[in-house]
């Protein structure tokens, strides 16, 4: 069975500070896809990154930054110099050979 | 390239009535999947097409059925709805399975 837990509910921040959000997941399959999204107010899901599991590289994208850890099945999120505009709910999600699962989701909140 | 849209947004129904969600996925796409986001329960899914097959099912009641049209649109279908059904629905389009799944803005069900 494939599960994907995110440990923090809410976190809320001072605009400018730096946050990671945590993502551990579980899954039996040797290839798998891992994803981050984005659910702003209007509560549309926006697609953030993809990550296969053959490739553990870090990427890097403006402010945003992805962090993917076979050896502990993590694959965390952080925002540099966050903003209020970064004021959403955080999902990451997992697919291997079942469908696409999601976590319960982290809310941030950014203050001004 | 426009992306994936659901009608209608917003809907109020009787408990006991049934009620059609509709799904356009974006052009090419052939793999629809539908979610149910409460609260309570965050994302979980119900089904997921591809080529008018379903390839997926999640655990929902056999209540809740969709399908899928040749020209990729798809319908999910609640019949005889309880107040619990009230939710947000979510509709994602992808090109493959292993791609990222492209959401629309969603149905809000209320079941009074």
């Known amino acids: 069975a494939q599960k994907v837990t995110q440990a923090q509910t809410e976190i809320s921040v001072v605009e400018k500070e730096d946050v990671t959000l945590d993502c551990v997941y579980e899954t039996r399959d040797t290839t798998y896809y891992l994803f981050w999204y984005k659910q702003p107010p209007s509560g549309e899901l926006v697609f953030l990154i993809r990550r296969n599991s053959f490739d553990e590289q870090n990427e890097i994208s403006g402010r945003y930054s992805w962090n993917f850890q076979k050896s502990t099945s993590s694959f965390n999120f952080t925002i540099t110099a966050s903003q209020v505009v970064d004021s959403a709910v955080y999902f990451c999600?997992?697919?291997?050979?079942?469908?696409?699962?999601f976590g319960k989701g982290t809310k941030l909140t950014v203050n001004p | 390239k426009a992306g994936v849209t659901q009608t209608p947004r917003y809907l109020i129904k009787t408990r006991g009535q049934q009620v059609t969600l509709s799904c356009s996925p974006i052009s090419g796409h052939r793999s629809v999947s539908w979610y149910q986001q409460t609260p309570g329960q965050g994302l979980q899914f119900l089904f997921e097409y591809f080529s008018e097959t379903q390839r997926n099912k999640g655990n929902f009641p056999g209540r809740f059925s969709g399908r899928q049209f040749s020209n990729s649109r798809s319908e999910m279908n609640v019949s005889t709805l309880e107040l619990g059904d009230s939710a947000l629905y979510l509709c994602?389009?992808?090109?493959?399975?292993?791609?990222?799944?492209?959401f629309g803005q969603g149905t809000r069900l209320t079941v009074v």
């Open positions: 999600a997992l697919r291997g050979s079942e469908k696409l699962v």
């Open positions: 994602a389009s992808s090109s493959a399975r292993e791609s990222e799944a492209f």
